[in-house]
């Protein structure tokens, strides 16, 4: 999706106590990875509860250029009949991912076991992000690219291999994304691919591989790391698949319910994937009130009930080890730090740099346009909470669906108005946020 030639602002006001039950979309994690594997394996996929933002939409179409069926059959319900590992056919025009990372540095890793070219390209969000980290893995299984942007970046050509060769590697940095790429490539190669994490990321690949037929096993690897072992060469099957709530979409009302005063809001079926609730623990350290129950689960994912009620939060210390488990969450924390007492530092948050904007940064930035005190130390947030903020500023988003939807949380409960310049790219991962909000009681014109 190209940046809006006319930017569309919005406004966020104090509002009075937010309440009502909710279920927000389906996880954009488990959607693409249910989409690609659903193309990858042999017979019939049925997706119920997919997040149909254009970042997941954008993952459908390009299954569809590589030979897979993928229609709609209903409201978040979807159908993919697969061509079997190894089995894509070569796509007649550009893969397009719009602004989505996970869709595209995923596919990448599902292109490189097959003996096709494919162009992955994106807006200019994707193409100012490196995937050279994601290509050095798959062209050591024996991929190549060609006609590759500046610094690795995209528009490029990824040339599958004619015989992949199954790696040992071991990830430079925790990411889900050049794990799930390396395992996916790995599918079509003979005998073992193994990867190796020194602190663990979101095991959602392994899961639903599990649940496509696939033989992977984990093993704890050190102190925080894992070891993921996969057999090459499985037929996957057709797979039903319970898309769960996204608790990074969920991150946003919880947030709001939590820094506006009387608030209630009952959230359902929300992901408790324990590799993807930092976010709720760090919350809980602060003093939130948020009970969990009716715990059940699906394709290897547990989800719960969420009760959210106002609470009064307090400064914490977020260690580093914590950021696998809630990466794309940070950035509404510092709004929640912004309206708790105390001083909250968040630590090692370098992957913040390379996301759809220098959210390390930019998140600083809408924190001080509206009167919160905050530093950027190395790769450290902090931010020192008054237990409310002035608010007042115009935010700039940075085309970052997660920088708008954080500001317009902090305005829920800020003295003054926030202001962000574009909404345009919400709609990216979680477009029935506007109207949601203002379902619940949010103030926003």
């Keep these: 999706m190209a940046h809006s030639d006319t930017p569309t602002p919005l406004e966020s006001r104090a509002s009075g106590p937010l309440a009502g039950k909710v279920r927000v979309p389906g996880d954009k994690s488990i959607s693409h990875r249910a989409l690609i594997l659903g193309a990858l394996a042999v017979g019939e996929t049925r997706i ?22 993928v229609e709609r059959t209903g409201p978040f319900a979807w159908t993919v009949s697969g061509v079997g590992v190894g089995g894509f056919a070569q796509p007649a025009a550009a893969l397009d991912f719009g602004n989505s990372g996970t869709g595209c540095r995923l596919v990448m890793g599902a292109v490189a076991g097959c003996p096709i070219a494919a162009v992955f390209d994106g807006d200019a969000s994707l193409r100012s992000r490196p995937m050279r980290r994601i290509l050095d893995p798959l062209e050591l299984m024996g991929a190549r690219t060609s006609d590759i942007g500046e610094g690795g970046r995209l528009p490029l050509t990824l040339h599958g291999a004619r015989y992949p060769v199954p790696i040992v590697y071991k990830t430079p940095v925790a990411s889900a994304q050049i794990k799930s790429a390396v395992l996916l490539a790995g599918l079509s190669a003979p005998g073992i691919t193994t990867v190796i994490e020194q602190e663990a990321s979101r095991d959602h690949t392994e899961l639903m591989l599990k649940h496509f037929g696939a033989e992977i096993s ?7 790391g894992r070891r993921i072992t996969l057999n ?4 996957l099957h057709g797979a039903e698949i319970v898309v769960p709530a996204d608790p990074s979409s969920a991150a946003f009302p919880i947030v709001a319910a939590l820094i506006v005063e009387g608030s209630d809001v009952v959230f359902s079926d929300v992901m408790t994937n324990p590799l ?33 009620r106002a609470s009064k939060l307090r400064g914490v210390v977020v260690p580093p080890e914590r950021a696998p488990s809630m990466i794309d969450e940070y950035l509404v924390l510092a709004v929640a730090a912004s309206f708790a007492e105390g001083t909250t530092i968040m630590r090692g ?14 998140t600083a930035d809408m924190l001080r346009v509206n009167g919160v005190k905050v530093e950027v130390s190395g790769d450290d947030l902090i931010v020192e909470g008054r237990g409310h903020v002035e608010g007042g500023g115009l935010v700039a988003t940075h085309m970052d669906h997660r920088i708008a939807m954080s500001a317009l949380v902090m ?9 962000v310049d ?6 990216t991962s979680f477009p029935d946020f506007i109207p949601m909000m203002r379902s619940l009681g949010a103030d926003f014109a």
């Design 411 to 419: 305005g829920c409960a800020s003295d003054k108005p926030v202001k």
């Design 218 to 224: 984990s093993e704890r690897e050190g102190s925080d």
């Design 349 to 362: 948050l370098q992957e913040l740099r390379v996301k759809e904007s220098d959210r390390l940064e930019a």
């Design 232 to 235: 090459g060469e499985p037929e």
């Design 276 to 308: 993807r609730t930092g976010l709720l623990t760090t919350l809980r350290e602060m003093g939130a009130s948020i009970e969990e129950s009716g715990v059940r689960g699906d394709a290897g994912e547990p989800m719960a009930q969420l009760r959210v």
């Design 48 to 69: 119920s509860g997919l997040l149909e933002g254009e970042d997941v939409l954008n993952t459908a179409k390009s299954m569809r250029a590589l030979g897979a069926r």
């Design 422 to 427: 574009d909404i345009t790219f919400i709609a």
